[in-house]
Each structure stands twice: as structure tokens, then as C-alpha cells.
């Protein structure tokens, strides 16, 4: 893209320009240095000529916001912000100035759609469009999946992307997850909680849907490297010993770099009643 802005562009503002980008389908999303974003008329139509098979150009603006997970985008050159991306055989629509897209995250959702075992009731506390509810549902034999999503946006297109990849496991609940429908209380074997940061406040609503039992709870969360394995483990002990059950880590790793020296971590812990 450099040689492309040579004449429209200082060699400094050249310098800045970002070495990659985010796709989601056939929309492209570019994260500008701000010393440059004043320059994004004349970026993102030079990206549409040097990438044709994308039909729209978007730049991120800040991070993704509030308990709805709210984007900061903003489209620049092209038509149409909405989108049908492809991943790990599943579908997913979405319009990316609406809902937020997680690229990073593209190896867990993998993973933790075969993690699930025949016959599980899984509540996914934060759904969004179906991250992690849609290749669950297509690539294990889960009896069902509650999917719960606060954001109205982001829960229409989880309603289509349910009809998308022609699934049938799959109730939908436009709600908050601290709010649920009380025939969800203690029926789960699992739960999601794909969110972050300060996911440990909603603990108490996890282990409102495990089954009296127990069962295991997939917990996202943002911790400092030197915070690294001790402060995430005795946030779910805590809160094990709160509801009267014994923890077992059956596996801990960093997803992806959120910050400098900031990870974003999975902890897959299993409680018991003990």
C-alpha cells in the first residue's frame, strides 16, 4: 500500500502506515495510527484499489465499549458495512459498526467447540452473534445451548446466524445474563463466560446456572503477566468456596496479547460440590 500512496502521503505519514488488517468477509477494517487518521481519505481508497475483493474500508476509532461490547468503527470508502464471515465452517453475519468481531479469539472458538461432550447443557453468558454457541452446536453433540446476548444488534444477527448455519440446538435469550429466565437456574454443565475485562463480576451469575452439583465454567479475564497463574485461580476458588464447591483447573492459557505486559487469559474450571 506504501509504493500506492508515495505521491499522496509525506515519507513520515508512509512510515505509519499499518503493516495489516482485520477481515471480516468481504469488509475491511484498518487500525490507523492516529498521527495518520487525518489521512484516511486518501488510505482507505487506495486500499480498495490494492485489495479489490473487498467491497468496504472501515477504521477502527477506540475499543470496543460497555457491557454491550459496543465497536468504535467507522466506514471510510466502499458500500455497505455488513458482512458474511466465514470461519472454522461457520457463518457469521454481522454489520461491524454494530457488533464487535473478535478475530483473535478464532483458535478458542475452535478449540472449545471440541471440549464439549455428548448430551451437555451449555449457557453462553455472553453470546454476541454466536461466537462460540454456533461452532459448538455444529461441531459437538451438546443437547443444547442456552445463548444468551444483552446487545439488541448483536442478538438479531445471532437469531440469523442460528437460520445461517441451519442449526436446531440452539434458544436464543435477548437479556442480561444477571437476569435470566429462572427455568435456566441450575441446568447447565457448562458455561461461557467470553467476556472481558472484569468478567469475575458476573461469578455469581455463573454459578446461578451451573447445576447444584457443579460443572465447569470456561472464564475469560484480563490479568497482568506478574498476576500470572496465582490471581485468576483464586478469584474462582473464592468464589467455589462461596457457593460450597471444590475447583479443579483442568486447563489455563493465554488466548492473545491485550495490552503490554496484559493478557487475556482462559481458565476451563471444573467445581464440585463438595
Not at 457463518?91 to 467447540?113: I, P, W
Not at 478469584?235 to 457457593?243: E, N
Amino acid at each position: 500500500m506504501a509504493e500506492a500512496l508515495e505521491e499522496e502521503l509525506t515519507e513520515d505519514e508512509i512510515k505509519l502506515l499499518p503493516s495489516g488488517f482485520q477481515a471480516v468477509g468481504d469488509v475491511a477494517v484498518l487500525n490507523l495510527n492516529q498521527k495518520i487518521i487525518k489521512q484516511k481519505k486518501k488510505i482507505c481508497p487506495a486500499f480498495l484499489k490494492l485489495y479489490p475483493r473487498f467491497k468496504t474500508v472501515c477504521i477502527k476509532i477506540d475499543a470496543v465499549k460497555g457491557e454491550e461490547r459496543l465497536p468504535s468503527i467507522e466506514k471510510v470508502a466502499g458500500n455497505g458495512t455488513e458482512a458474511v464471515h466465514s470461519e472454522n465452517g461457520c457463518l457469521y453475519k454481522l454489520d461491524v459498526t454494530k457488533v464487535m468481531f473478535a478475530k483473535g479469539n478464532t483458535k478458542e472458538r475452535g478449540r472449545l467447540a471440541g471440549v464439549v461432550r455428548k448430551g451437555e447443557v451449555v449457557v453462553d453468558m455472553f453470546a454476541g452473534i454466536g461466537y462460540f454457541s454456533i461452532p459448538i452446536a455444529k461441531a459437538s453433540k451438546a443437547k443444547i445451548i442456552h445463548a444468551i446476548e444483552i446487545n439488541p444488534n448483536a442478538f438479531e444477527y445471532l437469531e440469523q446466524n442460528i437460520r445461517l448455519n441451519k442449526l436446531k440446538n440452539i434458544e436464543a435469550f435477548n437479556c442480561d445474563n444477571r437476569k435470566a429466565p429462572p427455568q435456566l437456574k441450575g441446568i447447565a454443565d457448562r458455561v461461557l463466560m467470553g467476556y472481558l475485562p472484569s468478567t469475575d463480576k458476573f461469578l455469581d451469575a455463573a454459578f446461578w446456572f451451573l447445576k447444584p452439583s457443579g460443572g465447569i465454567i470456561h472464564f475469560h479475564d484480563v490479568y497482568r503477566d506478574s498476576e500470572l497463574w496465582d490471581k485468576p485461580v483464586e478469584v474462582l476458588k473464592h468464589y467455589g468456596c462461596k457457593y460450597g464447591m471444590k475447583m479443579n483447573v483442568l486447563d489455563k492459557h493465554i488466548v492473545k496479547q491485550y495490552a503490554p505486559r496484559m493478557q487475556h487469559v482462559v481458565i476451563d474450571a471444573e467445581f464440585r460440590k463438595t
